[in-house]
């Protein structure tokens, strides 16, 4: 019967064969690359002000022509410099968390595991805050040193240090316990965020302000320095995923039967570590805490072109995009001209979600 | 060849697996027999490479503990006890898994249809498409045979023979599947290349196997051809059960051997 199915397959190599589901992905991928660009062009052209995005590319494209040559400076600043970054920043910061969301499901080869739920979140702000509160005076020689990236940098330290206490503390020879991985982050997340009120209880008014604004998670104040700032550490760990999502696939079978298939296991966890920690550090770095990205967008997609990393990973990048700048679009005009902060959405779009998949797969915790 | 000596394996503080010498040679079916806890998974996973060892343990002529994972994985496929996948992967995604390394030894063009021949091979044809969390526990087992084989299709390349290690691979399979994975492996033997089989039925190890070696609490009590071995003191010895070799049961007592199956 398959022999058959399989001639008539090999007769007509662009028919799938049955469970191959690599065509399907890629025309998700293609889809998902042009919903990326439309909700890109949608959040730099809708605010509060009427400046035209379109007016301002024809100026960029085909400068001094026309009857839009003159462009007014309010709406050149308004576009360039308080919509885009934020465009840019969205993108980031959709695209790291929900990565590092997959990245994190998949080492620990469970669908719950996600940074803001096992305290690598928690440990990132502490990394965050603590460069906020202490950064005129214990810390003044780091934040003079690292100038920009002083902010992303600590988050980063934060959020690995967690993540390689959890691995260590919920991984016993080859196998997680999902029981301990969850309860560990629990505590861990306890003891960041404990530190995290300690630094806040120190803080003056100013930095309070900043703080609160910041703990709640928004995209409100992006700036190019901090894009660039946080966005080096995202793109560069974007960038290394394509390397492991082979052996992300092979690790879904066991540490030791991904070892029997030549993947260097050890080398791909520590991979995975740092590119979660580096993600989730430079998201939370600029954007404080956004919750639930990281679980919402890879479950989605799995459900939609399966569990594969190949295709995982790289759909997961945009359509956490997609997703984070919907949020935003929908926090700058759900209580305009005030602004909701992105977080609120996210977190009240995603608990739902995540007690809907727990109902869904009571087996999953074994606990 | 694969040849252990003296051979020691620790899990923790705890001596699993002492003073094993061990041989199993390519185009032969090399069963591994012993009660539960007389380390035949923790000797077999130091032959993998998962656990450290002591002693010497070669394959080739290659020390196993200096063997990279990538190496390994030309050489030799590992079938686990099972596989739980937390992750709804197709069952065909599984079985390519198995083609990742690159050396199944099948011309470039057939790679890619080798799931399917391999999923025909252990009796799951069509079964492609289904979700592995599906299936059952034996329809499982035999998925992940079906990946194994994806990964050293060819028993021989490049001249040199490669090898199969089973932990268990019948154990939760029916008895027709039970004689189709078992003629798989020695079908693999036959064309060169090496078999290494952890196994309860005693029949089928006499059926199948061409070498055994008996383990019992860590250390190898015996080792020969399956008619030098097995003998009613052995397995009173070893299995701590007074049973007697060829014997029938009483006249009226149903039996059914594997080796009656027809040829």
Not at chain 1, 1 to 19: C, E, I, L, Q, T
Not at chain 1, 30 to 55: E, N, P, W
Not at chain 1, 92 to 100: D, H, R, T
Not at chain 2, 129 to 137: A, D, T, V
């Amino acid at each position: 019967m398959s022999m058959s199915s399989a001639a008539a397959a090999a007769v007509n190599p662009s028919v799938p064969a049955a469970g191959d589901r690599s065509q399907r992905a890629q025309i998700v991928l293609v889809l998902l690359c042009i919903a990326l660009v439309v909700t890109a062009a949608f959040g730099a052209s809708s605010g509060a002000s009427d400046a035209s995005a379109l007016a301002v590319l024809k100026d960029w494209l085909l400068p001094g022509t026309g009857a839009d040559a003159v462009l007014s400076e309010r709406d050149r600043i308004i576009i360039y410099d308080i919509r885009l970054p934020r465009v840019a920043m969205g993108i980031m910061v959709g695209a790291a968390l929900a990565v590092s969301g997959a990245v994190m499901q998949g080492l620990f080869r469970n669908p719950l595991a996600d940074p803001g739920i096992v305290g690598v979140s928690a440990g990132a702000s502490l990394g965050a805050v603590s460069v906020i509160v202490l950064g005129t005076t214990v810390l003044a020689p780091v934040t003079a040193l690292l100038g920009i990236y002083a902010l992303p940098l600590a988050a980063f330290v934060g959020s690995l240090a967690v993540t390689l206490i959890l691995y260590k503390v919920a991984t016993r020879r080859g196998q997680t316990s999902i029981a301990t991985m969850l309860l560990a982050g629990i505590a861990l997340g306890a003891m960041a965020t404990a530190l995290t009120g300690l630094l806040i209880f120190v803080a003056d008014d100013r930095q309070l302000r900043d703080l609160t604004f910041w703990s709640l998670g928004s995209l409100a104040g992006a700036t190019w320095t901090k894009v660039f700032a946080a966005g080096s550490m995202v793109v560069v760990a974007l960038a290394t995923t394509p390397f492991f999502a082979r052996g992300l696939n092979a690790l879904a079978l066991g540490e030791a039967s991904a070892a029997h298939l030549g993947v260097p296991v050890q080398r791909l966890k520590h991979g995975a570590i740092l590119v979660v920690s580096a993600a989730t550090g430079a998201s939370v770095a600029v954007s404080g805490g956004i919750a639930f990205v990281g679980i919402i967008v890879p479950h989605l997609l799995r459900l939609l072109i399966g569990p594969d990393n190949r295709y995982l990973l790289p759909c997961a990048t945009l359509l956490g995009a997609c997703l984070l700048l919907l949020a935003d679009a929908l926090s700058r005009t759900i209580v305009a001209p005030a602004e909701l902060p992105i977080g609120i959405i996210t977190a009240a779009a995603g608990g739902p979600f995540f007690l809907w998949i727990l109902l869904r797969k009571r087996g999953v915790l074994d606990l | 060849m694969i040849e252990a000596t003296d051979v020691g394996v620790s899990i923790g503080s705890k001596r699993i697996v002492e003073g094993v010498a061990f041989r199993a040679l390519p185009g032969q079916v090399t069963a591994i027999v012993g009660p539960n806890g007389s380390g035949k998974t923790t000797f077999l996973k130091a032959l993998a490479g998962d656990l450290p060892y002591s002693g010497r343990l070669t394959f080739e002529g290659r020390e196993v503990a200096r063997m990279r994972p990538n190496e390994a994985a030309g050489v030799r496929a590992v079938l686990p006890q099972s596989t739980q996948l937390a992750f709804p992967f197709t069952v065909r995604e599984i079985v390519r898994l198995g083609l990742m390394g690159g050396r199944s030894g099948v011309l470039a063009g057939e790679a890619e249809r080798l799931p399917e021949r391999a999923l025909a091979k252990v009796d799951l044809a069509g079964f492609g498409g289904r979700l592995y969390q599906e299936l059952s526990g034996g329809e499982q087992q035999r998925v992940q045979l079906a990946r194994v084989l994806c990964q050293v299709w060819a028993p021989v390349l490049e001249g040199r023979p490669r090898y199969l290690f089973l932990d268990e691979p019948v154990s939760s399979l029916d008895i027709k599947h039970q004689l189709v994975i078992m003629d798989i492996a020695r079908d693999y033997a036959r064309r060169g290349g090496g078999v290494v089989a952890i196994l309860h039925d005693l029949n089928l190890t006499a059926m199948y196997a061409d070498h055994i070696a008996v383990m019992h609490r860590g250390r190898v009590a015996a080792a020969g051809e399956p008619r030098d071995v097995l003998s009613d003191g052995l397995i009173e010895e070893v299995f701590d059960c007074r049973l007697r070799v060829g014997a029938l049961p009483a006249s009226g007592m149903p039996f059914v051997l594997p080796q009656s199956v027809a040829l």
